[in-house]
């Protein structure tokens, strides 16, 4: 059981380039999100998705688009990378309602914009 | 207003001492707190949460205060170690909604030896 599963842990792009990150989750959880974490700035809200097929913007969603085809992915795409983009990227899952052992989340993507 | 405030930024204690951070919410519909812990380079992870039907939660070492006349909840780390030097998120949600979690800034806890 392999929990959350996050790739690539690091990765440096160029200003304008494009990439997806990678979420997978081995729980049938049904609800995912993608956080990111910006030091001392906590963790804000990208996206989430309820279940296949079904996303909805969190508290910062410009700049990124993500998808939900399946139970298990839930990839994040930036388009046309800025260096505010530069951050600690998290993906998480959990049930709802929210299990004792609340969100799983994964160990994190690492991405630098220059 | 979606918002959780945390205090201290910043927390250094003596091994042994007491650590204590707190956090106050906004929205009343807010019926799940949980605390997460996070390492360097690490993902966080579900410490200890609350829901607001009692007013303390306690697992080992740590314990949750909830107030929800005054919208305010807190952690306590009784006999803080080194091994406890990470960063502590609050979060709340409304359960009866969605189960989006809202985050606090973080306060980094440094355990000196």
């Known amino acids: 059981n392999a929990g959350v599963t996050q790739t690539p842990k690091f990765r440096i792009l160029k200003i304008g380039q494009s990439m997806t990150l990678q979420c997978t989750q081995d729980m049938n959880h049904n609800y995912m999100y993608w956080y990111r974490q910006d030091p001392g700035m906590g963790l804000k809200l990208i996206y989430y998705s309820v279940g296949a097929g079904i996303t909805d913007k969190g508290e910062v969603p410009n700049g990124y688009n993500v998808s939900r085809s399946t139970t298990e992915d839930f990839p994040l795409r930036l388009e046309l990378a800025a260096p505010s983009q530069t951050s600690v990227y998290f993906c998480?899952?959990?049930?709802?309602?929210?299990?004792?052992?609340?969100?799983?989340f994964g160990s994190g993507t690492r991405l630098t914009v220059v | 207003q979606q918002q959780v405030k945390q205090s201290p930024q910043s927390l250094i204690v003596q091994k042994g001492g007491i650590s204590i951070i707190n956090c106050a919410y906004e929205n009343t519909a807010f019926d799940y707190f949980p605390w997460y812990q996070q390492f360097p380079g690490k993902g966080p992870a579900l410490l200890i949460a609350?829901?607001?039907?009692?007013s303390e939660k306690k697992e080992g070492r740590f314990t949750i205060s909830f107030n929800k006349s005054a919208k305010q909840f807190s952690l306590h780390i009784m006999d803080s170690q080194p091994g406890d030097s990470a960063t502590y998120f609050c979060?709340?949600?409304?359960?009866?909604?969605?189960?989006?979690?809202?985050f606090g800034k973080g306060t980094k806890l440094t355990v000196n030896p």
């Open positions: 979060a709340a949600s409304n359960q009866g909604g969605s189960v989006k979690l809202v």
């Open positions: 998480a899952s959990s049930y709802r309602p929210l299990p004792n052992y609340g969100y799983t």
């Open positions: 609350i829901r607001p039907d009692v």
